[in-house]
Each structure stands twice: as C-alpha cells, then as structure tokens.
C-alpha cells in the first residue's frame, strides 16, 4: 500500500452554531488547506442560517411561523419543497413521520436533513479528491474517498459520554433518534405524546441525510415493529439500542450490500 | 483503555444555559439572556475516574449578554487528551480553540502515529478513541462543550 492512510492526511474541522445545533465540518486530504473548501464551508453555514431564517420554529418571523398562525398564502419554493417532501416522508412511514403536529406544522424532522444537504453540496464539490464529513447535531453527512471511511461512534443513549458501537462509513448519511441529552423529544403524531416504543434510541444509515434522518425517527418511534418495514426499505441499515442496553441491528443483514458485522451484544435482523 | 469521562462543572453549567436552544436561536447579534444559575447536566457519569480535569472561566455578565472564556473538561481522542476553551462575546461564539493538545504528539506530527489499517467491516472498539464523529439523538448546543465530538473537532481545528 503506498496511499498514506487516513491518519497521515491533513486535516481540518470548522465549528459553527446553527439552528440551535453545533455543526462540525471536517475535511481530510490536500483540500483541507484548499481556500476554495474553506470558502464552501462559509457558504454552508451561511445556507444552513438561511434555512433556519426561513424554517425555525422558534423565529416569530420565519415563514414556518407564519404557516402556524394560518398567514401563508404565498409560500416560497423551498417550503413547497419541504411540504412536499414532507407528504412522502409521512407516506413511506405509513404515518410515523408527520410535520403536522397537536402543536402545529413543524418539519422540523425533515429540514434539518434536506437543508444540511443542500448546504453540502458547494462543498462536495471543492473537496473533490479528498474525504468530508458534516456532522449537524449528531446526524452526519460524509464522504471518502476509495480505500478510506471515517469512523462514526453511536453514542450510548443510557450515557451520551460513551459510544456503543462503532461503524466505519465511506459514503452516506447516519442518523440517530432516541431520548439524548434533552430527555424525550420524539413525538408520536398519533398521540401527541412523547414516543415510548421500548427502544431507546434508532440509528439508521441511509444514502442520504434527509432519509436516514426521517427513518431514524419513524423507526424510534415504532420501536422494534419497524425492523420488518426497514429491512425491505432499500439503502438503508437500522441499529436500535434496546432497553437493556443490547443492540438488534440489520448491520449484518444479507440484503444489504457490502460486508457487516455484529457487534459485541448484538443481534442480527434477517429478512424474513 | 480509559473511559471517555466527562466532568461537567459549574462553568460548563453556564454555558449550558447560555447556549441553550431559545437563546440560540434569537435574534442575531445580542439581545440574548443567559441565565447563570448553578445547574447540574443529568449527563455526569457515575463513576467518574481518571478521564478529566478540572476545569475553569473567566467571564463576565454585561447587560444579558455573556462574554468570556470558558474552558471545558479534558476528553480522551485518538490524538490524546484535548481540552476545549470556548471565547463568547456577547453571547457569540468567537473562537474555539483546543486549550491541551496530546503531549507527545506535536501537532504537525501528531497523527503519524496512528497509521492504522482501515477497512469497511472492521471491528473498531467502541470505546477506543478511534473515532472520528459521534451520532446520537440530537445534540443541542448545549451538551456540546463536554462531549466527545466538541474534543475531536477541537483537535483539528486550525490553530
């Protein structure tokens, strides 16, 4: 092997606050020096604060506000976009995932992921040739190149200062729901309700961060009646750390493509 | 292989607060009230051993608005031991910076040391320090200065 390997790349991190979320970006090989990265990954926290501006729940004068209190008449694109996407999350979830809330409309669930991609995309290109990875609130976003992966703990949800398990990643997206440092925060659309479905978190890694982000809360808040609907679901793996703090993943599954493993404490979900 | 043990003290407590949710998302630029109050995280582990340090501030509380210094507990990553410091002026993060860098690695060399073989389905022990994010359900601000992946990024930000 003459390719230097991972840890003998440069490397860079930039760490921004968006969206109430700390968001790292961080890029290995000769782009990381690049002044054309850096000036992509100013432009993604700028779409990200833009997105924010436009799909906070929390701004009185964001156009998802205004949706709220019925003053939309004229929605914008992207909120087209999002509603949109949001109509197919709700149906490829058979429910599980749904922006309209007792509360009232909150995509929130959705945006993050879709918005993280679109902020994504200057710098895939700048960094072409070399490995990234953007990590919003511990939903993560990366890439690298042939014969590198970056290595991505999934955080104990029984303790966040520890990581279960551990997954080397290439390409795609990984994306984790569950009770975190905030205490339960999923909501069964159903019910209105905190999510309690037995599992304490979900982790799904799907192609894209938009879907890996929609499934892990569909799959939190099913629990472990969504493993037959993920299982078929295509691209996409789920790790669920159980009440007992075991893991049933379809990491190992035969239908997904590329070789698994089992961790230690964990079960396999085939296809059945 | 050490713990990865956090200490979340009173400083990290402040800044808890100050970067929480409501307040992050404001207005930009000022206008924020962070309240800094004594508060204790439920994240701190039960058993807590040799994994931190102790940590310490230098702030100042003008008109609602936090500025200061703010340095976070030490946290264990593949380059070693990091220790994050946080500068917010007025409520803003201006800087973060690793305050302790891993010793016998100076930073141009430091990961030469760890020229480890990577393949797609190898087993990476969990608690290694071999990892380069972390996933989990939604990280807000708030738990950031004390968790692993603020000691990973500090690591490999520019100095």
Request: proline content about 5%; glycine content about 10%.
């Amino acid at each position: 092997m003459t390719q230097p390997t991972t840890a003998e790349l440069p490397r860079r991190a930039w760490v921004e606050q968006v969206m109430g979320l700390p968001i790292s970006v961080h890029v290995r090989g000769d782009a990381a020096t690049s002044t054309c990265v850096e000036r992509a990954v100013h432009d993604l926290f700028e779409s990200l604060r833009r997105a924010d501006e436009r799909f906070s729940t929390y701004r009185r004068d964001s156009e998802v506000s205004a949706r709220r209190r019925g003053e939309d008449a004229d929605p914008s694109a992207d909120m087209l976009k999002v509603l949109a996407l949001c109509e197919r999350a709700r149906s490829r979830t058979d429910g599980a995932f749904d922006p309209d809330l007792p509360g009232g409309f909150d995509p929130s669930g959705l945006v993050k992921g879709w918005a993280v991609e679109r902020a994504t995309e200057p710098l895939r290109e700048a960094a072409t040739g070399s490995d990234w990875l953007v990590n919003a609130g511990g939903d993560i976003l990366l890439h690298a190149e042939p014969g590198r992966t970056w290595r991505v703990g999934i955080e104990d949800p029984r303790n966040p200062d520890r990581t279960l398990r551990a997954l080397s990643l290439s390409r795609g997206a990984i994306a984790t729901s569950g009770h975190g440092r905030r205490g339960a925060h999923i909501t069964e659309p159903r019910t209105g309700r905190a999510a309690d479905s037995g599992v304490l978190s979900a982790t799904v890694l799907a192609p894209t961060l938009l879907w890996a982000d929609v499934y892990a809360t569909a799959a939190y808040v099913r629990g472990l009646r969504a493993l037959p609907w993920l299982g078929r679901t295509s691209g996409a793996r789920v790790l669920f750390v159980c009440g007992d703090g075991s893991l049933v993943s379809t990491l190992a599954s035969p239908t997904t493509t590329g070789p698994g493993y089992l961790g230690r404490n964990e079960r396999a979900y085939a296809r059945p | 292989m050490r713990r990865l043990t956090l200490w979340i003290v009173s400083t990290v407590a402040a800044l808890v607060l100050l970067f929480s949710y409501h307040t992050s998302t404001g207005a930009a630029g000022g206008g924020q009230t962070a309240a800094l109050s004594p508060t204790t995280p439920g994240t701190s582990s039960s058993s807590s051993s040799s994994g931190g340090s102790s940590s310490s501030s230098s702030g100042s509380d003008s008109s609602g608005s936090t500025s200061g210094t703010f340095t976070g507990s030490t946290v264990d990553t593949r380059w070693g031991p990091v220790q994050v410091q946080v500068t917010v002026d007025s409520g803003k993060i201006t800087d973060v910076q690793a305050v302790v860098y891993p010793q016998d690695n100076p930073r141009d060399q430091e990961i030469n040391a760890y020229a480890l073989p990577v393949l797609h389905d190898e087993v990476i022990d969990a608690q290694s320090a071999q990892i380069d994010a972390v996933s989990g359900a939604t990280v807000t601000s708030d738990g950031y200065i004390a968790s692993l992946q603020a000691a990973i990024d500090a690591a490999n930000l520019k100095s």
